[in-house]
């Protein structure tokens, strides 16, 4: 039997087949996946931020990029998966008001980039992507087959 | 701060809704001029609550909302959020629409520009009540619009604003133009250094109000 689980905003989870893993409303926010295809087992984190360390005291681990990767892995290794075998998948990332004139930075972009910088020192490969642009994103990501399914309002549904 | 117990006192919440409520008859003043027909307005409901149950109380998350953005400057920053859900927005264009006839204006652009005119307008009213009762001088910055899923709409601001602020002030209007009910909401988002100010403000206010 399938199980759904839901993930909310600066949330994690890691978990195996055939649990189905759902992440709502994502603007500037960005979901992480990771998989190891072979034993089925993965997670996702529901990152807000690009870097724990530019804050003040301790965070839950699953809002910041770095230590939301951080904590997915060590899940990801607790449950007896392989580092060589896991792939890494991401979206989210926009900005939803493209035409505002305040000067705050775009923060979903520097998630975006701050993710990849990780997953690429912790030599993880990202096979799929669907970030950006100026729309939100409700995500589920299936543990049986590592796909990750995006919808956006009035946009065709993309698997990657 | 996570219930509103610990941000206002029955008595200040009361205070506050009194203030809102003076600020809504002026928007339906302002409204009945831009619109063809007499805009009433129900006394609005103010809520506080956690951000995370915003978007539970503004109905379907995955339904889209139309939303105007402002910023908010001053002796209190913040975002404020003029959100119009998807079936009260129909209502709304279709009114705009009866005001502005032509066949320039059949498009959906003209409906955006005026729905953010709309929410540009109320903040203001609002605003203007704030800095009537409070002595505060809070300003809002040009409004951007966009339509989504209203968590998706609003996570950046709440990553933004301080990465802490955990309360939102939320006021809901309903108007009332020719039998037909609009809902609209304005989510005020204090930043983290502004709640105490605010809330002090507010106490102050109410105190002199009072006794005057």
Known sequence: MQNKLEVGMGKGVVTGAPHIISSLGLGSCVVV????????????????????????????PYQCADTAIAALLNGLRSRGAVPQAVVAKIA????????????????GEHNI?????????????????????????????????????VKAIGREEREI | MNDREQ????????????????GAGNAATALS??????????????????????????????????????????????????????????????????????PENKGTDIDLSVLAEIGNIVAGVYLTAVHDFCKLNVYHTV????????????????????RQVQAAILIENEFIVEKERIRA?????????????????????????REG
């Open chain 1, 113 to 149: 980039i701050s993710i990849k910088h990780i997953l690429s020192e912790e030599r993880i490969p990202l096979i799929g992507e669907d970030t950006g642009g100026h729309y939100g994103r409700n995500v589920e990501f299936y543990l049986d087959s590592g796909k990750l399914v």
């Open chain 2, 7 to 22: 941000l206002l006192s029955e008595e200040q919440l009361d205070f506050l809704t009194e203030m809102m409520n003076i």
């Open chain 1, 33 to 60: 996946t990771v998989y190891d295809s072979e034993r089925r087992i993965g997670g996702l984190a529901h990152i807000m931020l690009p870097d724990s360390n530019s804050l003040n005291g301790l965070r839950p």
């Open chain 2, 33 to 102: 001029q831009m619109l063809p027909s007499q805009v009433n307005i129900k006394i609005p409901a103010v809520h506080i609550a956690p951000i995370i149950q915003v978007s539970s109380i503004l109905g379907d998350p995955s339904l889209p909302v139309t939303c105007v953005r402002m910023g908010m400057v001053g002796d209190v920053s913040g975002t404020m959020f003029f959100v119009v859900p998807e079936e009260h927005k129909v209502k709304l264009a279709h009114l705009i629409q009866r005001a502005m006839p032509g």
């Open chain 2, 143 to 162: 409004p951007a619009l966009a339509i989504d899923m209203i968590q998706s709409l609003l996570d950046e601001a709440l990553v933004a604003l301080s």
């Open chain 1, 92 to 107: 989210g990332g926009a900005r939803m008001f493209p035409s505002s004139v305040d000067l705050s930075p775009a923060i």
């Open chain 2, 185 to 209: 909401f304005l989510l005020v988002i204090p930043s983290i250094e502004s709640v105490k100010i605010l809330v002090n403000s507010i106490g102050q206010a109410r105190m002199a109000y």
